[in-house]
T-cell receptor
Framework: RKEVEQDPGPFNVPEGATVAFNCTYS??????FFWYRQDCRKEPKLLMS???SGNEDGRFTAQLNRASQYISLLIRDSKLSDSATYLC????????????FGTGTRLKVLA | DGGITQSPKYLFRKEGQNVTLSCEQN?????MYWYRQDPGQGLRLIYY???????QKGDIAEGYSVSREKKESFPLTVTSAQKNPTAFYLC??????????????FGSGTQLSVL
């Protein structure tokens, strides 16, 4: 089993749609969780950190479920510019600064 | 401006040749990382370093070597033992110790190809 797993997609959605991605992780001692966005052949950029209480940034909402070991990302009112690959990232146990990436979920927003 | 600089942007390797990818950061981050990305794939960890003069193997360290003699620099050598080196290589850094500075920041990447 991979340490961090994501559905690779692609998810093809119309503009204005709401889309959700999930990510599961295998290490129950994982400390920190993030969503990154990557455009084709560019470096990943931080979209948002994911906190236990859930957090929102504009049209984006992230949730963490430690009991089931998954994190989610919800995008509301999708824009064409949201088309990208979304990477789930998990940092290991306390004191370990090892970040593990999921394979990414590809999103294509259609006009 | 603070950031991470990777060079070169494109690199070509001949058979049997070692090549070194440069990564420099001026963010005063303790931890630095090298990832490899193949087309349509996620990022796989090659090596990481949490402090100067110390580094650990990631999931795919075979055929690669690193050094961390200075806090700012973490060069990656792709040796001739790496039989399939063609990939996009990404260097990253992060702070340690607090939630606000533990995010990963990336350089713009080096595309390595075999001639």
């Amino acid at each position: 089993r991979k340490e961090v797993e994501q559905d690779p997609g692609p998810f093809n959605v119309p503009e204005g749609a709401t889309v959700a991605f999930n990510c599961t992780y295998s290490n129950s001692a994982s400390q920190s969780f993030f969503w990154y966005r990557q455009d084709c052949r560019k470096e990943p950029k931080l979209l948002m950190s994911v906190y236990s209480s859930g957090n929102e940034d504009g049209r984006f909402t992230a949730q963490l479920n430690r009991a089931s070991q998954y994190i989610s990302l919800l995008i509301r009112d999708s824009k064409l510019s949201d088309s990208a690959t979304y990477l789930c990232v998990v940092r290991g146990s306390s004191g370990t600064y090892k970040y593990i990436f999921g394979t990414g979920t590809r999103l294509k927003v259609l006009a | 401006d603070g950031g991470i600089t990777q060079s070169p942007k494109y690199l070509f390797r001949k058979e049997g040749q070692n090549v070194t990818l440069s990564c420099e950061q001026n963010l005063n981050h303790d931890a630095m990382y090298w990832y490899r990305q193949d087309p349509g794939q996620g990022l796989r960890l090659i090596y990481y370093s949490q402090i100067v003069n110390d580094f650990q193997k990631g999931d795919i360290a075979e055929g690669y070597s690193v050094s961390r003699e200075k806090k700012e620099s973490f060069p990656l050598t792709v040796t001739s033992a790496q039989k399939n080196p063609t990939a996009f290589y990404l260097c990253a850094s992060s702070g340690t110790g607090t939630a606000t500075n533990e995010k990963l920041f990336f350089g713009s990447g080096t595309q390595l190809s075999v001639l």
